[in-house]
């Protein structure tokens, strides 16, 4: 792969993470071992933010598979394809990160199905190696090649897992929603809204998370907070905003609308 195929992974400019607890030094010392990384916690929560963050200071390319139960080993590893000149193997995200050194983030890895998520076994203990048995080829992973895969324990069942075999070949890290201020900095600076109404938004966050169980399979996400702010900042009023951003993705229930409608207007 070229430096310029390469390129296209690279984070050009620093993203703007809020560093919650210890994280950026664990990540970094997991990072120097080469120890694949888990981050565990609910959708919206900065994930994927921080994995970014990561990439852009350790100045390594990131390449981001969003996992789904239709995906089969080949979507992460590579296939065959038929062209013009007959066939010609074409790498996987999964192969490409490991040839050229990159980060690769595997989101949501729990959706992909078991089969599928063997595949990424041997990268993760000492071998770092990747057969490509189709092909007839052993990928030794490139140095700098780290593995990391985000889990949502709340959405887990029974039938859908990870494999103790796959989880314990990961240091795993806990994220959650950061705490009131912290959270309300996150959204103010993502969502240019001044402080106070931020303030409002985690607030409204809060009474909503309470609900979790109780009706709501998941609370409001701060990536939500972000939207609604953006949209107040955009001179929606805030009832509105909140109604499109915080209230309606989350439930269809129509009590359950009207409880959240509530805690909205007690802000609003
Ligand atoms: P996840 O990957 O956990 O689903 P994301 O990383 O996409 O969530 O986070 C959603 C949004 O929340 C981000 O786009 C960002 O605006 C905001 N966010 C959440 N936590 C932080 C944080 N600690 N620092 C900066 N932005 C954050």
């Known amino acids: 792969m070229s430096e310029q195929d390469i390129e296209q992974y690279r984070v050009h400019e620093a993203p703007y993470y809020r560093p919650v607890g210890d994280e950026l030094e664990l990540y970094r010392a997991a990072y120097d071992a080469r120890m694949p990384v888990m981050l565990k916690g609910p959708t919206g929560c900065g994930k994927s933010r921080f994995v970014e963050y990561m990439a852009y200071e350790l100045g390594r390319p990131l390449i981001t598979v969003a996992c789904n139960e239709d995906m089969t080993a080949a979507d992460l590893i590579g296939r065959y394809l038929l062209d013009a000149d007959g066939t010609r193997w074409q790498d996987g995200p999964l192969t490409t990160a490991a040839r050229i050194g990159a980060i690769c983030y595997l989101d949501e890895v729990v959706e992909a199905?078991?089969?599928?998520?063997?595949?990424?076994?041997?990268l993760t203990d000492h071998r770092r190696t990747l057969p490509l048995e189709k092909k007839g080829e052993l990928v030794h992973a490139h140095q700098d090649f780290h593995l990391v895969i985000s889990y949502n324990p709340g959405y887990q069942s029974l039938l859908k897992d990870l494999k103790q075999s796959t989880k314990q070949r990961f240091g795993a890290l806990d994220f959650s929603y950061p705490e009131a201020a912290v959270?309300?900095?996150?959204?103010?600076?993502?969502?240019?809204?001044?402080a106070q109404t931020a303030d409002k938004?985690?607030?409204?966050?809060?009474?909503?998370?309470?609900?979790?169980?109780?009706?709501?399979?998941?609370?409001?996400?701060?990536?939500?907070?972000?939207?609604?702010?953006?949209?107040?900042?955009?001179?929606?009023?805030?009832?509105?905003?909140?109604?499109?951003?915080?209230?309606?993705?989350?439930?269809?229930?129509?009590?359950?609308?009207?409880?959240?409608?509530?805690?909205?207007?007690?802000?609003?």
């Not at 199905?113 to 041997?122: F, G, L, S, W």
């Not at 959270?183 to 001044?194: I, M, Q, R």
């Not at 009590?255 to 959240?260: A, F, G």
């Open 183 to 194: 959270e309300a900095e996150v959204v103010a600076h993502e969502g240019g809204v001044d």
């Open 113 to 122: 199905r078991q089969d599928t998520t063997v595949v990424i076994h041997p």
């Open 201 to 268: 938004l985690v607030q409204i966050a809060h009474r909503a998370r309470n609900l979790k169980g109780h009706g709501l399979d998941e609370g409001i996400s701060t990536r939500l907070l972000v939207y609604a702010a953006s949209l107040i900042a955009k001179g929606i009023a805030p009832a509105a905003a909140c109604t499109m951003t915080l209230v309606r993705p989350l439930t269809d229930d129509p009590d359950m609308r009207e409880t959240l409608d509530q805690a909205v207007a007690t802000y609003f």
